[in-house]
C-alpha cells in the first residue's frame, strides 16, 4: 500500500473507533489533537507491521518453491565458488554421484573428474570467468564406487558486487546412455556403409564381367554372322563352278558322244542291225542326258541371272515353278534400267527360290503374284500367295531354318525381310534393300 493510502486507512479506522466510543479521540485542545494524531500514528504502524508480516510469509514461501524446484529438479545443479568447491548441490547431482548432498558441499568438484580430464575442467572454469554466457564441455566423471561415466557441464557465472565472492552455476546430465547409443549408431552406420560399398565393389565387378560376356557374346556373334555369310559365299562359289563344270565340260563332252554315236549310226549298213539299234539308243540316253545336265546345271546357277539379270532370272524362275507345280505364277518387273553388282542378285534370287519352296511345301495356294520394283530408291522385292497364311509365331520360331536362310541372305547385303498375313489372306514376304551406289549400275547385268 502507498503512504498516504495507508494514512488514509488508519484514519479511517481511528474514526470508526471514535464512533464506537473505545478511543481516546474526545479530548479538546491541542493535547487532544496530539493524542489523536499519537494515535493514528499508532494504527498507521499497525497497519504497517501486518503489510511487512505479509511479505515475509510470501519471501518465505518463495524461497520454500524455489529451494523445492531446485532440489527436486530432475537435472545434477551445482554451484561451485571461483576455487571449484561445491557450495549447493541437488538431489539429482547427489545421486548422480553417489554421494549425499550435504556430503558434497565443501569439497573439490575435481575429485569426481577421471585425472585425464581435470585440465579440462580447469580450462571450463577459467572460461567461465573470462567470458560472458553459458560454457559447455565434455568430459568424464567418478561416482562413489569408481565407475567411470560421461558427462556434459554447462555453466554460468553469477556476478556479485565482491569478484572474491562470484560464484558458478552449472548443470551436469549424465550422456553415457546417448554416447553409447550413438557410438551403437557409428558402428552400425560404419558397418552399413562397409557392406554397402562391397556390395557396391561386388555390383560393379558382377557388372564388368556381365559386360565382357556380352561383347564376348556379341564377338561370338559377330563371328557366326561372318561365318555364315562366308558359308554361303562358299556355296554359292560351289554351285556356279559346278553349273559350270556340268554344262561346259561335261555337256561338251555329252554332245561329242552324241555325235559319234550318231556317226556310226551313218556309216552302218542295214537298219535291222543290233549294233544300229544299239547306236541309236545310245543318241537317245545321251540326248536325255544332256537334258538332264542343262536342268541340274540350272537349278544349281541359273546362267539366265549371270547373263540377263535378276528380273529375267526371277521370270524364268517362275515359268519352271509353274511347269513343276501347276501353281499359275505372275510376275511384274519395273526394274528394267536396274543392275546389281556383287553378291545381291544371287542372294535375292535365293530368297526368291526360298518364298517359292515354302509356297509349294506349306501355301496351300493356287496362284502366286511376285513384283520386282524400285520405289523411293529402295529395291522392293514381293512375293504374295493366296493360300492358309503363315501362322502367328512360325516365321521367328528357332526351327524355321529356310527363313532364318533368308533373313540371313537379306542381312548378307544390308536389306531385311518382313514376313506377314495380309487382310486380304495368304503370306506376304517382303524383300527391301536400299542400295548403296556400289550395288546399282545401269544395265541389269550383273558385273
Ligand atoms: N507361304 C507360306 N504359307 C504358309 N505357311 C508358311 C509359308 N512359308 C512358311 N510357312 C510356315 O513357316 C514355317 C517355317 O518355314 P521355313 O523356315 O522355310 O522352314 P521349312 O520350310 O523347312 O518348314 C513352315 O514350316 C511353315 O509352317
Ligand atoms: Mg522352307
New binding site residues.
Partial sequence: MKKTELRREAERLYRKHCVSGKGAGHAHGQAGDIIRELEIAQIELKLQNEELRQYQARIEEEMARYHDLYDFAPVAYFTFDRKGMITEANRAAAEMLGIGARQLIGTPFLLYVVPPHRKLFHAHQHEIFRKSGRQRIELNLLNKDGTEFEAVMESRLEETSDRAQSRFRSVVTDISEYKALSRALQESNQLLEEKVSLRTAELLRSNAAMAEEIEAKKKAERGLKDLAAKLHEVRERERLELSREMHDDFGQDMVSIKMEASWICGHMDGDTSVLVRKAKSIVKNTDKCIQKIKRIASSLRPPVLDDCGIAAAIEWQCREFEKRTGIRCFFINNTEKMALRGDAGINIFRIFQ?SL??IA??AEATEVKTSLQVRDGKIILEVRDNGKGIGDDEAAHPG????LGMKERAGLIGGGIEITRPPAGGTLVRFTLSPPRNLMGSSERQS
Fill in positions: 526360298e519352296t515354302n511345301r506349306h524355321a531354318l529356310g527363313i
